[in-house]
T-cell receptor, first 111, second 112 residues
Framework: GENVEQHPSTLSVQEGDSAVIKCTYS??????FPWYKQELGKRPQLIID?????GEKKDQRIAVTLNKTAKHFSLHITETQPEDSAVYFC??????????FGAGTRLTVKP | DAGITQSPRHKVTETGTPVTLRCHQT?????MYWYRQDPGHGLRLIHY???????DKGEVSDGYSVSRSKTEDFLLTLESATSSQTSVYFC???????????FGEGSRLTVL
């Protein structure tokens, strides 16, 4: 089955700096790559996703890039703010039933 | 919140006792999932359902069973709880068109 590796496990940045989280996956048939944000004590929520026919997607301060050849994808957050502090999970799947998640990255944005 | 509610939200039980967690949805989604969340492991799929009475195993299904007798309810049962099943359990539904998962609020289970 799919295996998703996520790095780093913790990340601390100053407010206003950029943050990058990287994931690799093993199943070349995976075609959907979402990113979820989980605030303390809350449920995970989708913040951005990308499909295999696209190399990059951007939504305001958040962007995701995908390299299918190398089987890795990354989340980029620019101009970080304290409210960006949370745990971020990457995931990969090729159908509705096999979404595999990375272990998560705890992002801390220091004011 | 995609109309998903989980119950109970918190439960403490003893080793060897049976436990059932309930997931209820109000929007007639076909696919429902149970995940567990543990530090260092992210979210791991336990079981999923693709319709009434149609269920299948995920990557960490040992020690768990599920049932779906109605579209709106997906039950997760621990027949004989063990300390290794102490975790936060999330139910989720998926939007068929997009693949996006919507999670419930989670159920924190502690097995002593």
């Amino acid at each position: 089955g799919e295996n998703v590796e996520q790095h780093p496990s913790t990340l601390s940045v100053q407010e206003g700096d950029s943050a990058v989280i990287k994931c690799t996956y093993s199943d070349s048939a995976s075609n959907y790559f979402p990113w979820y944000k989980q605030e303390l004590g809350k449920r995970p929520q989708l913040i951005i996703d990308i499909r295999s026919n696209v190399g990059e997607k951007k939504d305001q301060r958040i962007a995701v890039t995908l390299n299918k050849t190398a089987k890795h994808f990354s989340l980029h957050i620019t101009e970080t703010q304290p409210e960006d502090s949370a745990v971020y999970f990457c995931a990969a799947s090729r159908n509705n039933n096999d979404m595999r998640f990375g272990a998560g990255t705890r992002l801390t944005v220091k004011p | 919140d995609a109309g998903i509610t989980q119950s109970p939200r918190h439960k403490v039980t003893e080793t060897g006792t049976p436990v059932t967690l309930r997931c209820h949805q109000t929007e007639n989604h076909r696919y429902m999932y149970w995940y567990r969340q543990d530090p260092g492991h992210g979210l791991r799929l336990i079981h999923y359902s693709y319709g009434v009475k149609d269920t299948d195993k995920g990557e960490v299904s040992d020690g768990y069973s599920v049932s779906r007798s109605k579209t709106e309810d997906f039950l997760l049962t621990l027949e004989s709880a063990t300390s290794s099943q102490t975790s936060v359990y999330f139910c989720a539904i998926s939007e068929i068109e997009t693949g996006e998962l919507f999670f419930g609020e989670g159920s924190r289970l502690t097995v002593l």
